[in-house]
């Protein structure tokens, strides 16, 4: 699976990352296509740029109204896809819909915006947002989670 392409150095297709209780993150491993001339160094800089390592903000959000049964994690996901965000979102108990994203601030703000809104079909009342800064890269993989 190819995780992210640059143009003009090839496709990385696998990053393997190590997140130690009290160490900052670190990069143990690179996998990629057209990265052969690249000393390891090297590797781990593109990474870390490509990846976007470093002064991320993450949002949790709290999504509540008539929000599950509308298709609205599906389309969140595909938003949040598009905005090359990475995090989760799922149903919760209650009727609510919970989801934590990752990215540049501005980035993760245009996708507040759509959750205010959501999909055709949804009724959205309120979306409740707690900001964070982060040290988790910006892998661009947003899950959805649980039921």
Not at 64 to 71: A, F, L, S, T, Y
């Amino acid at each position: 699976r190819i995780v992210r392409e640059s143009p003009h150095i090839g496709s990385i297709t696998d990053i393997r990352l190590c997140y130690g209780k009290y160490s900052p993150l670190h990069i143990l491993s690179v996998s990629c296509h057209g990265l052969n001339r690249l000393h390891h160094g090297s590797i781990a800089d593109f990474a870390a740029k490509q990846f976007n390592i470093g002064d991320m903000n993450k949002a949790k959000l709290l999504i509540k109204g008539r929000v599950q049964g509308v298709g609205y994690r599906w389309t969140m996901r595909e938003k949040a896809d598009a905005l090359g965000l990475s995090g989760w979102v799922r149903n919760t108990a209650d009727g609510s819909v919970e989801a934590c994203a990752l990215g540049d601030r501005g980035v993760v703000e245009s996708l507040i915006e759509w959750c205010k809104v959501g999909p055709p079909s949804a009724v959205v009342h309120s979306v409740d947002v707690e900001w964070s800064e982060s040290d988790e890269p910006n892998i661009g993989v947003f899950d959805i989670r649980g039921r």
